[in-house]
């Protein structure tokens, strides 16, 4: 029986490398999307697994159609997508958040995870044995906003709609579909936890962070549930990082 295949956004850096260096070490045949192809095959270089770097931007229909297309004819069909290709903006009042920078921030992170779960749910929902499983990558941001971050906080609940919306609509086909909401890891991106972020009553302080391999092992073990299990929210965190409670 041929291994699984897996679709990873966002592949070039971060969560995503991680999460796709992990699913190919694990068996798995890794499509690995992103805008940076030079950065995917950095990727790639980093696992003895068989992975093929597509460079797209997730904004665009057709180009994700053509991903998934390629996916699909290189390894025969797809059994996971992880979605998650994400943008976010410097910290802005909302009053002075600009509309160029909010469509930005909503049309990477919330219509490119709609364009990216679309044209999966269709290449699984053709193929046999039908089905597969959609993970998407939410954020804490998702249940609790920071100072400053409007955009990303909308975008992010509105993640976890689709997520639910998916999950319902995927059961005729075997389709599930879930969601990761993670706090505080370590990428480049949270770096500057550690030195010092914004806090709720809008002071400085430094916050823990939690290495970016966690994350991948939890993706891991959402992609490798049979079909008939689903984990529909997960929550990966700091453990003392100031979520639960009034900050």
């Not at 990873?8 to 971060?14: K, L, N």
């Not at 904004?59 to 991903?67: E, I, K, R, Y």
């Not at 389709?175 to 972020?197: E, H, R, W």
Request: hydrophobic share 45%; with cysteine; net charge positive.
């Amino acid at each position: 029986m041929a291994s699984k295949v897996a679709l990873v956004t966002g592949a070039g850096s971060g969560i995503g490398r991680a999460v796709a260096i992990a699913l190919a070490d694990n068996g798995y045949r890794v499509a690995l999307a992103g805008r940076r192809l030079a950065a995917l095959e950095e990727t790639a270089a980093a696992s003895k697994g068989e992975m093929l770097p597509l460079s797209v931007d997730v904004t665009d229909a057709a180009a994700v159609h053509d991903m998934v297309a390629r996916t699909v004819a290189r390894f025969g069909r797809l059994d996971v997508l992880f979605n998650n290709a994400g943008a976010t903006a410097p910290p802005t009042p909302t009053e002075e958040l600009s509309l160029e920078v909010w469509r930005k921030v909503i049309d990477t992170n919330l219509t490119g995870s709609f364009l990216c779960a679309q044209a999966a749910f269709r290449a699984m929902k053709a193929q046999q044995p039908q089905g597969g499983r959609i993970i998407n990558n939410g954020s804490i941001a998702s249940e609790t906003p920071r100072p400053n971050l409007a955009a990303y906080t909308a975008s992010k609940h509105a993640v976890t709609g689709l997520t639910k919306s998916l999950s319902l609509e995927g059961r005729r086909y075997n389709i599930a579909c879930g969601q990761i909401d993670i706090g505080n890891v370590l990428t480049n991106l949270g770096i500057p936890m550690s030195s010092g972020t914004l806090q709720a009553d809008y002071s400085i302080k430094p916050e823990p962070t939690f290495d970016v391999k966690h994350v991948a092992d939890a993706v891991l073990y959402m992609a490798g549930l049979p079909l008939e299990a689903n984990v529909l929210r997960m929550t990966v965190m700091a453990t003392a990082m100031p979520f639960v409670g009034r900050g």
